[in-house]
């Protein structure tokens, strides 16, 4: 079975700093997706960047990259100049190419400290 | 273009109690997955509908059920509700491929 472990519950940072949030994953699947979804007090929930797991090169998005490390299954998020509006709960996720059920980590709270 | 819509936004049952829950896809969008959100967790899959067949199943009861529409539409069931139902059930359709559009999903809260 699939799982997606976020070891920080929560995480504080100033304004403008940059912010790493951490996943690890499970699976012996080959083909795969991994995403980082962004959920504010809104409750939308918002994809932040996404990772085919067969490319190498790791996803960016504007302030937000990724470093993908396949073999070490690790998938961590970093958040560059960070804002206010980063303030949100973010989740780590994992999709196999053969399912489309999203297997979520139990998410990490980042707050933007003015 | 309108994304994902739900109804209701919020709802309040009591225990054995049934409710629906309904979601709109974004046009065009044919696969229309359902997820449960318990406080202070992540979501966890429910169903999954592609072209109003049912293509996946997650780790819930019976009490749990779905269905969609010619339209895409889709209802997510609940009978006999408990306590522990008490969530954000969250809607996201998707075209064919990987990228799921979520809605601003639906509270219950079970009495």
Redesign the interface.
Same mark, same amino acid.
């Given at each position: 079975a699939q799982t997606v472990t976020q070891s920080q519950p929560e995480m504080s940072v100033q304004e403008a700093e940059t912010v790493t949030l951490s996943c690890t994953y499970d699976t012996s699947e080959s083909n795969y997706y991994l995403f980082w979804y962004k959920q504010p007090p809104s409750r939308q929930m918002i994809l932040v960047i996404r990772q085919e797991a067969y490319k190498q090169q790791n996803a960016t998005e504007n302030r937000f990259s990724v470093n993908f490390q396949k073999a070490a299954k690790s998938f961590s998020l970093k958040i560059s100049d960070s804002q206010l509006g980063d303030t949100a709960m973010y989740f780590c996720a994992f999709m196999t190419w053969e399912e489309d059920k999203i297997i979520f980590g139990k998410g990490t709270r980042l707050h933007i400290l003015p | 273009d309108a994304g994902v819509t739900q109804s209701p936004t919020h709802l309040i049952k009591t225990r054995g109690q049934h409710v629906t829950l309904r979601c709109s896809p974004i046009s065009g969008h044919k696969?229309v997955?359902w997820?449960q959100q318990v406080l202070?967790? !992540?979501?966890?899959?429910i169903f999954?509908y592609?072209e109003k067949e049912e %293509?996946?199943r !997650?780790n819930f009861p019976d009490r749990f059920s779905a269905r969609q529409f010619p339209n895409y539409s889709s209802e997510l069931n609940v009978n006999a509700l408990l306590l522990g139902d008490s969530a954000?059930y969250?809607c996201?359709s998707?075209f064919r491929d990987?990228?799921?559009?979520? !809605?601003? !999903?639906t %509270?219950l809260t079970v009495l």
């Amino acid at each position: 079975a699939q799982t997606v472990t976020q070891s920080q519950p929560e995480m504080s940072v100033q304004e403008a700093e940059t912010v790493t949030l951490s996943c690890t994953y499970d699976t012996s699947e080959s083909n795969y997706y991994l995403f980082w979804y962004k959920q504010p007090p809104s409750r939308q929930m918002i994809l932040v960047i996404r990772q085919e797991a067969y490319k190498q090169q790791n996803a960016t998005e504007n302030r937000f990259s990724v470093n993908f490390q396949k073999a070490a299954k690790s998938f961590s998020l970093k958040i560059s100049d960070s804002q206010l509006g980063d303030t949100a709960m973010y989740f780590c996720a994992f999709m196999t190419w053969e399912e489309d059920k999203i297997i979520f980590g139990k998410g990490t709270r980042l707050h933007i400290l003015p | 273009d309108a994304g994902v819509t739900q109804s209701p936004t919020h709802l309040i049952k009591t225990r054995g109690q049934h409710v629906t829950l309904r979601c709109s896809p974004i046009s065009g969008h044919k696969s229309v997955s359902w997820y449960q959100q318990v406080l202070g967790q !992540g979501p966890q899959f429910i169903f999954q509908y592609y072209e109003k067949e049912e %293509r996946g199943r !997650g780790n819930f009861p019976d009490r749990f059920s779905a269905r969609q529409f010619p339209n895409y539409s889709s209802e997510l069931n609940v009978n006999a509700l408990l306590l522990g139902d008490s969530a954000l059930y969250l809607c996201a359709s998707s075209f064919r491929d990987n990228e799921q559009f979520f !809605g601003p !999903g639906t %509270r219950l809260t079970v009495l």
